[in-house]
Every structure is written in C-alpha cells, then in structure tokens.
C-alpha cells in the first residue's frame, strides 16, 4: 500500500479561492515534499519540509507538519486558473532510499 | 540548461519487442531514478542509482533492467513487452537522496 495518500482525490474552486490538500502517511519520515504536474508535463518541486519542522512557506504555498499525526497539508492562498495542475506528496522515509508518492489531488481552478 | 530530457517521448511497441527508453541530466546528479505512472496510482519506482556504475531495485523492477554507464545517463530496458508495462515513464534526478528531484518530461509508452 501507499506511504502517502492525497485528500481529497479531486478539488475544483473558483479563482481567488484558497485551496487546500491534505496528505498522510504511515511510517516515519526525514521529510516530506510536494510536487506539482501540469497536464502532459514531469513533476515540479514546489516545497520540502523536514520532520523537524512545523511550518514552511513560499510564495502563496503554505505546507505544514503534524508528525503525531503522520500528516501534511499543503494550502495554496488567492488560486489562479495556472494553479490548474495536480499536487502530490512525496515521503522521504526513515528507513529507505527513495521517495515514497501518493496517488495525487488534482486541482482545477475556474476563472 | 536542459535540466532532465527523455528520449522518446511517445512510443508503440507490440507485446514482446524490446526498447530502451534514455535519460540523460546535465546537473551533475548523483541519483538517478526510473518511475512509471499509472492512472490512479501516482509514481511508483521502478530502479534507481546512487551513482555512476551503480543499480538498484525499487518497488516494481520485474520486467525491466538498466544501467548507469556514465553519470548523466540512465537507461532503462524492456526486454520483452508486456501490455502491462503501457504506461507513462518518468525519470528524475537529485543531488543526493534528501534532495529534492528534477523529472524530465515522461515517455508515453504503449504496448499492443
């Protein structure tokens, strides 16, 4: 089974909404990351949060860590229509030597 | 800087032919990684290298092989394919495991 699991699976809001995904996982971490993949395109860093950490930021992306509660959540503030993409979490296990992806939350931003 | 680039980008083969799908970087990347992408499912690891001469197995290696020959390269092999293997390939690279990972734009790979 997955490490990390996307909620919800799919999120449609309005342009200037803010948006909000959720990832939890099962097993202990060094980090977490999250990526985004326009239609037809690779995958794209956005952020990376160390399982010391609480909070990051940057730009209009806010990710938090709640690590007793083996979760994530990446929040994106004032959405525009090219936020349109699909976001996945990624964990950095432990024990391992590989990321660990979930099944994504795809984001459609109206204008 | 053309970051990660996969060489094809679309592809049929019929069952049991054999291809080799090419990933080069040119950041000076230790690690190197194969994933396929399937719908529903998110990226799943087919192999990786923690560098030049070296392999490894990730989560779904039956049916393929590759190798690390140089640094900047990492190749990825069907031997013989299967339908199950239609799919989205995807390769990445990252200066060490903790880092964050670059992907190329994927390989479109259907097997009839």
């Known amino acids: 089974s997955q490490q990390g699991e996307e909620d919800p699976q799919a999120l449609s809001i309005q342009e200037g909404e803010n948006a909000t995904m959720n990832c939890s996982y099962k097993?202990?971490?060094?980090?977490l990351q999250w990526y985004r993949q326009n239609s037809g395109r690779g995958l794209v860093h956005l952020i990376l949060?160390?399982?010391?950490?609480r909070e990051k930021h940057s730009g209009r992306l806010r990710v938090t860590l709640d690590t007793s509660k083996k979760s994530s959540s990446l929040l994106i503030t004032a959405s525009r229509a090219a936020d349109t993409a699909s976001y996945f979490c990624?964990?950095?296990?432990?024990?391992?030597?590989?990321?660990?992806f979930g099944a994504g939350t795809i984001l459609r931003v109206k204008s | 800087n053309a970051g990660v680039t996969q060489t094809p980008k679309f592809r049929v083969l019929k069952t049991g032919q054999s291809m080799t799908l090419l990933c080069a970087q040119d950041m000076n990347h230790e690690y190197m990684y194969w994933y396929r992408q399937d719908p529903g499912m998110g990226l799943r690891l087919i192999h990786y290298?923690?560098?030049?001469?070296?392999?490894a197995k990730g989560e779904v290696p039956d049916g393929y092989n590759v190798s690390r020959l140089k640094k900047q390269n990492f190749l990825l092999g069907l031997e013989s394919a299967a339908p199950s293997q239609t799919s989205v390939y995807f390769c990445?690279?990252?200066?060490?495991?903790?880092?964050?990972?670059?992907f190329g734009d994927g390989t479109r790979l259907s097997i009839l």
């Open positions: 990624a964990t950095d296990m432990e024990y391992g030597n590989k990321l660990v």
């Open positions: 990445a690279s990252s200066y060490s495991r903790v880092q964050p990972q670059h």
């Open positions: 949060i160390r399982s010391n950490e």
């Open positions: 097993t202990s971490i060094n980090n």
């Open positions: 290298s923690v560098g030049e001469g070296t392999t």
